[in-house]
């Protein structure tokens, strides 16, 4: 009952466990411009959202607490040694699954 959000293959990925799920964005991330993304689990659903865009979303089936990991890692695997190597501007967690409002009145209020 883990989760984890990652680049992979140029994307941001984000999954969840029990069972294994993992959703990528469409975009791909090589220009070297800042994007403001948001990784959602609302029930069973996980949804990926680039620039207030949502871009991918699936049903996981589980809709059980997600109570692994108990530490959060920024930058890094630990497991693999696979570092991030870029700038983090501001990373935000809700007590709550933001609505689709909610992430594009986010996303519009960024500067640029």
């Known amino acids: ?6 680049i992979l293959n140029n994307k941001i ?8 799920t993992t959703i990528q964005s469409a975009t ?8 403001q993304f948001a990784a959602v689990r609302s ?5 990926l959202f680039v620039n207030g865009v949502q871009e ?8 059980a607490a997600l109570n692994s990991p108990t530490a959060i ?10 570092y991030y190597q870029g700038l983090l501007d ?6 709550h699954a933001l ?3 909610e992430i594009v009145g986010i996303s519009n209020s960024l500067p640029g």
Do not use: E, L
């Open 13 to 20: 990925a984000f999954g969840t466990g029990n069972p294994d």
């Open 56 to 63: 991918s979303s699936i049903n996981t089936g589980n809709g």
């Open 43 to 47: 029930g069973s659903t996980i949804s």
């Open 90 to 95: 501001d990373v935000t967690f809700y007590d």
């Open 99 to 101: 609505t689709t409002a």
């Open 73 to 82: 890692t920024f930058g890094g695997n630990t497991v693999d040694g696979r």
């Open 28 to 35: 791909s991330f090589t220009s070297g411009n800042w994007i």
């Open 1 to 6: 009952s883990d989760f984890g959000i990652s």
